[in-house]
């Protein structure tokens, strides 16, 4: 009998290796039956001992022992005692554990292609039968070709002859059902990613230029941005605007003659850029791509470049190409770069690829057999099952070995599971330790056992991977999604103590959550909510706007002098607004861009962000790498609530200062406070000038003006 003529009268899944759990509608029998039979590929029967019987209402559901091993990939009938039939269908057993071990495979998955041959290997363990479909890019013709079952449920087949540029994608049978799908292996697609495409990736590699050397995650500064924010501008001076080749360009001009792109970057003197998600995304038609606008937490093709951002994105070689040579001109320019990924979820997951290959196992559901949503976007990636983490870990591999990257941002790391953040972090050590590894760690409503959850609060499982820190962030500001709540740099001092925490780079041993100050990413604005300019038109719309310039260059100095890893939002520096715009996920251009007209206006800000890095990287006082040193050398000083004064004593052997002195002040009457000593102290910071410069001197007592940061060295 072929599977496709039967009319199901009831169903049956396998749930467990040895369990069918068979459904029989009331409408049928009344849902009574006595006795079912197995009938295996070979047409053996054996009868089936019925566990349990539970009454759902409409219909009757059967838990039946089956006490044959069951070959995953073949055709199983179930018959009842009056010759009703049905086939055995692929359920929840592909979500336990005795399915991953069975079918763990370790080898390459995906294509490999030289100029005579190209083989194809996808993992479809619960398919009956699989092909692989070829398209003529210029005719859509297309070609079916069958592939081979191997073990571990990986489907292969070779093409010979020379294939580059034809366009491909799978077609599964599972559960009677067909399926097509593009590779979740693919490393190159179409446009819009409709399909996956063979390339020549050879043909696309350039080397890596050497960057400066990173001793410790503390000497990074990050500076996150949207690779279309950055030059979209009509003024950015820039050719390829929103483009990866934007970031390409050096010497560009904005109005007033201010210094755009690059080679803002260059003289601002970050460490780092984190740009916002470059994987091939939904939510931009590439056909037509300023007609909309997306962040692009949206995942399609983890492995391709999103061709939105390339000048062709029907050519799958200039995404790559293009891609390439940004990440390898910044790195010549001393920058290196942090890609922000997305593997806690799928855009849809009906649609994706994972849930047609291999439908069920790659996301997590609830008990009652619903997809989870902790990540609130309707689907959790089950990042603990084995071929899930593999995936994971082969992805971040390529990036870096294909791409050159030089760090990964984890949206919504919570939901990920501990042990795959581990085989991230040890296969990437494999290759360059100086890779940094950061992620959110929220913990979010998801079926993974808590003490499993790759969150803050399981930090010191994780040593070597550095949390956004949301107490910082909250603390200095002021709570996040309570707009009218103001932190300690929006003048209000009952979080001062918080602060404090915050500044000693959140260590256990001053309160924090942090074994070392290396896992504490220090930030007080970024992509998500309001931009902090934003915030405090509402929360301190009382104060005129030279008081909340004062106020917002305060919290980026306590960002900037902070033990921990620094982080810029692109624009922070010169008060960046949203327009009140809380996420700006999909909003337009003329929301999300880079305003270098504003940026022309702030010239002296933007300086004295720039003095502040240069500070920080002058001394390593300020980017202590243990626990021990922060508790052997930072001392705060007794002031009052509004005043936070710390104290980095005998720092002789970390920079050219043998005690540094930085103070943070979060009123605009005027303050004394007094130095711990009767020696000549000199200013290098006030609340307008900053760098490693000599200033003015003082003794004894210091006199602040108003709200801002002084750093004080001898």
């Known amino acids: 009998m072929d599977l496709h003529d039967i009319h199901r009268e009831f169903e049956a899944y396998l749930d467990a290796m040895n369990l069918a759990t068979i459904l029989v509608p009331k409408s049928y029998r009344d849902g009574k039956i006595q006795i079912f039979t197995l009938e295996t590929p070979h047409k053996e029967r054996h ?11 409409s219909s009757m559901k059967y838990e039946c022992i089956i006490d044959i091993p ?29 399915f991953d071990d069975k079918f763990f495979y370790d080898g390459d998955l995906g294509v490999a292609y030289t100029q005579e041959q190209t083989t194809f290997k996808v993992w479809a363990p619960t398919a009956t039968e699989a092909k692989v479909k070829l398209i003529d890019p210029k005719t859509k013709k297309a070609d079916y070709i069958p592939l081979e079952r191997l073990e571990k449920g990986v489907w292969t087949a070779t093409v010979f002859g020379d ?16 399926r097509e ?10 446009v819009n990613g409709e399909y996956g495409v063979i390339i020549d990736l050879a043909k696309t590699r350039i080397e890596k230029p050497s960057v400066p050397p990173l001793s410790s995650p503390t000497d990074a500064i990050i500076y996150e941005m949207h690779i279309r924010d950055f030059t979209i501008h009509p003024e950015s001076g820039i050719m390829h605007k929103g ?7 050096l010497e560009t001009k904005g109005p007033n003659n201010t210094t755009t792109g ?16 470059f994987n091939d995304f939904a939510g931009v038609d590439e056909r037509h791509p300023l007609q909309q606008y997306n962040w692009g937490y949206n995942p399609l093709h983890h492995n391709a470049p999103e061709g939105s951002y390339a000048t062709d994105p029907n050519d799958p070689y200039a995404r790559i190409r293009e891609l390439k040579q940004a990440i390898h001109t910044l790195q010549a320019q001393g920058i290196r770069v942090i890609m922000d990924v997305v593997y806690n979820h799928v855009y849809m997951r009906e649609q994706s690829s994972f849930e047609k290959i291999v439908p069920g196992y790659y996301f997590r559901y609830d008990a009652y057999g619903n997809p989870a949503n902790g990540t609130g976007v309707g689907n959790d990636i089950a990042s603990e099952r084995k071929m899930v983490r593999k995936w994971i870990v082969d992805s971040v591999r390529f990036w870096v070995e294909e791409y050159h990257v030089d760090g990964f941002r984890f949206d919504l790391m919570g939901i990920l599971d501990i042990e795959t953040m581990k085989a991230v972090r040890e296969m990437l050590d494999t290759l360059d330790p100086s890779i940094l590894v950061l ?42 999604f309570h707009l009218f709540d103001r932190g300690f740099a929006l003048g209000d001092s009952n979080d001062g103590e918080k602060v404090k925490v915050g500044i000693s780079g959140s260590v256990r041993k001053k309160h924090g959550l942090f074994l070392h100050p290396t896992q504490t990413i220090n930030y007080v604005e970024s992509h998500d909510n309001h931009t902090f300019w934003d915030k405090m038109e509402i929360a301190n719309g009382h104060e005129d706007e030279q008081t909340r310039k004062k106020r ?17 939002h692109s624009g922070q520096e010169f008060y960046r607004t949203k327009q009140g715009v809380e996420n700006s996920y999909n909003a337009p251009d003329s929301i999300n861009q880079i305003d270098w007209k504003r940026k022309s206006e702030h010239e002296d800000d933007v300086r004295y962000v720039q003095g502040l890095i240069q500070l920080r990287k002058s001394h390593r006082a300020f980017r202590f790498t243990t626990e021990a040193e922060i508790n052997n050398h930072l001392f705060f000083l007794e002031t009052p609530a509004f005043i936070i004064a710390y104290h980095l004593r005998d720092v002789q052997q970390y920079g050219p200062w043998r005690d540094i002195i930085v103070i943070h002040h979060n009123q605009e009457e005027k303050q004394s406070v007094f130095l711990p000593d009767e020696e000549e102290w000199h200013v290098i910071c006030d609340g307008i000038h900053s760098g490693t410069v000599l200033l003015f001197s003082v003794r004894k007592q210091i006199n602040l003006a108003g709200i801002g940061t002084w750093v004080l060295v001898k």
């Open 262 to 277: 690059l080679s803002y970057l260059k003289e601002l003197g970050v460490t780092h850029v984190e740009l916002l998600p």
């Open 552 to 568: 917002q260059k305060l919290a980026t100095a306590i960002v900037l002098l902070s033990q921990g890893i620094p982080f810029l």
């Open 47 to 57: 009868p089936l001992q019925i566990e349990r019987q539970i009454d759902l209402g």
């Open 70 to 98: 069951i070959e995953i990939g073949k055709r199983y009938l179930i018959y009842d005692h009056q010759g009703g039939v049905t086939d055995l269908q692929i359920g929840a057993v592909v979500r336990t554990v005795p």
């Open 439 to 480: 992620g959110e760690g929220w913990d979010l409503p998801t079926p993974l056992p808590s003490e499993q959850k790759a969150t803050m609060q399981n930090a010191e499982k994780l040593p070597r991977i550095a949390y956004f820190n949301d107490y910082f962030r909250d603390s200095v500001k002021g709570s996040t």
């Open 243 to 249: 483009k990866y080749l934007g970031l390409t360009e």
């Open 163 to 178: 294939m580059e540029g034809i366009y491909y994608t799978y077609v599964v049978c599972v559960n009677a059902v067909w």
């Open 181 to 190: 799908a593009v590779d979740p292996y693919a490393v190159a697609v179409s």
